[in-house]
């Protein structure tokens, strides 16, 4: 197979029962669009899928503009490449929790947060939870659970860079998925 490996990651899709999104007609949407390996996961809005033409931020606006034409809302849609999902994992800063997918999270943001940004998130971290950003990926290890997690429920707000989480067995399956493809 050749082409470039990719994976998209939903926000706001199928969550409490709002913004129904059935994964048979995302994978469709996809393969509409021309793309081939078409595989989802879970029903959070997670596709991995291969293509030949397109980077990240071309890919992103082609989906969410075919996504938002069928569904009629908008969902921001982060597309990133296997090279970058690779690097994710293999920087985990906390590998000691990365058993335990309730107490480890990854946060693929739009952008990698300016220096006062995270500054700014620092003063709110005064709970168990603690966090690091590397790039455009921001680690989250809570202790007790995301969600038990006052300080998990600042960060969109303070943060203030448009981003999606993700669990890490979600992380985890979704690389080897993309690996697979």
């Known amino acids: ?8 990651l939903f926000s706001g899709i199928n969550v409490g029962g709002n913004r129904i999104v059935q994964m048979a007609e995302l994978r469709a949407l ?8 078409v ?9 991995v899928f291969r293509t030949k033409k397109g980077d990240t931020a071309t890919l992103a606006k082609q989906i969410e503009t075919a996504f938002e034409k069928k569904w009629g809302f908008h969902s ?15 920087e985990n ?21 300016t220096a006062d940004e ?23 290890n809570a202790p007790d659970g995301l969600g038990k997690s006052m300080f998990g429920n600042l960060i969109p707000r303070t943060l203030k860079v448009p981003g999606t989480a993700r669990n890490w067995r979600s992380v985890l399956a979704l690389l080897e998925m993309a690996r697979s493809l």
């Open 93 to 113: 800063p906390y590998p000691e929790v990365a058993g335990d997918s309730t107490k480890l999270h990854a946060y693929t943001l739009e952008r990698q947060p």
């Open 39 to 47: 595989a989802s996961y879970v029903q959070s809005g997670n596709v």
């Open 118 to 140: 995270i500054a700014r998130l620092a003063e709110k971290c005064t709970g168990p939870e603690s966090f690091e950003v590397k790039g455009d990926v921001l680690y989250l």
């Open 1 to 8: 197979m050749s082409g470039t490996v990719f994976v998209a």
């Open 76 to 90: 921001r849609i982060l597309v990133r490449d296997l090279g970058w999902l690779e690097r994710l994992v293999n």
């Open 30 to 37: 996809f393969e509409a669009l021309g793309f081939t390996d």
